[in-house]
DNA sequence: TCAATAGTGTCTCTCAGACAATATCCT
DNA sequence: AGGATATTGTCTGAGAGACACTATTGA
């Protein structure tokens, strides 16, 4: 206890009473950690579109160790010294799942912070938000598996599906797993705000179409937007679709193939 | 390296062969860290409204130790475990200021990670945002002074000042200090995102009015949107605001003192 | 009665949404 | 030619913003 009371004595001079140099060299001569201090990580929730299927996809790991194994998961992984948030969360993506993503279309979400939301103990999450056209993934050495699965909305439940897995079902409004296949951790609550982040957003903030990559037609415009919104993509009026986007729009060029009359190509203005 | 070999051949085992169970008891064994670990810190923006000054407030800390020993500060402080970032930031503003908030009125802003941000090492923040009616506030241990300082955006320059204390200058844009008062840390930066999350989302989501307190009048209501629109009230038509907002607000009560036609009174209708 | 404050009403212009018409391609 | 797909155009009703008017109070 006199120790103790002695270093804190010391520490309570070194930051009210000594100079800031002082203090600081003072302090990163301390080995005991001055708190308990939390394990942080990032989390991924990327979504891309396939316009063949006509699917809305959002990309999960098969975890291969403990906690959750063999449990799907988003992406992501431990923070690293030196390293900000937004860089952990490209870095683990590409170590688990093959997929590059940049600082421009990455945006972060929420952080979680239930104190027992890790059952290996206190872990703090960042969660980031990013949209990428469709890539192939390989699963890194961190994941047995990594998989882009096609989350369709019905009503207010998010079905997570891939022809060779079971589905994945979460509950809108309560950001729940629903069925027996249950994702890793909070990882649900994390897919729902994302979600719904989007939906909120899009009208005005059309960075989902990034799902579509460069370039995209109005019609594959909408079909994106119907995802978010439960519905078939004819229930987006072309016309007034297209009136209320295309100040977001650049038109480039011309045609296209396929059955029909050739549809004029957009990208995204840069940001505002 | 023999011993560090046969730990990561331990935890290897652990983790992909043995069952979860037998990984969490091992897990909890282990005294090394299995990652460096970053302390995380919670910093509150938290606003208030004077109506007798037709000021718009902002609580702030003098640091009373190092780093930033003197320098004004936002409420904040270390996140403890067993704790969520939401506690963590009630719980720090309520010692350092004397100031009650609840989990109504508080929303998560931003996660800030940048490696250097702190000079001490290695710590990332949580900040939150919430609203409150003027209250009296009282340093803490952990702080030499708290005030509420006056906030005013002219152009794109943020001013914070009070009677007694050099005024603190902040550039919207970059959000980075001006003067020669300079705010800890990047508390900057924090107080420019709190202050456009809040000028983008005032007339879609009113929770701004929280530092009217309960109840409050229109035009109560158009002198706290001119501050974050820089301007004067006056210039936001009556007639206009009132329509664009109603659908918010519950009337409450007729009559009120002062010059002039009494006003009606109203509240904040409940979450949607 | 006048100035100050606040609430109510009106006019116009714009925009969102429903729907109709036209254009281009494939078979 | 006919069906499919996409673009362009029109009509209407609701809402935003400018502005004028009325109501209530204190001096």
Redo the contacts with the bound molecule.
Sequence with gaps: MDANNSYQAEKKYYETQASEEAFLEWYKKQSRPTYDTPSVTVDMVLFCYNREQDELKILLIKRNSHPFKDSWALPGGFVRRDEATADSCIRETFEETNVRITHQNIEQLHTFSRPDRDPRGWVITVSYLAFIGEEPVKAGDDAKDALWFSLNRSGDTLVLSDNAQKDIMIDLPSGKNLGTEKLAFDHAEIIVKAFNRIANKMYHEPQVLRVLGEEF????ARKVYAKFLGIDYREI????F???LLDYFVEVSE??????????IYRLKNED
Tied chains: 1, 2.
């Design positions: 037609t109005i019609t594959e009026d072309h016309s007034n297209k009136k209320a045609r296209a193939t396929g059955v029909g009359r050739p549809s004029k």
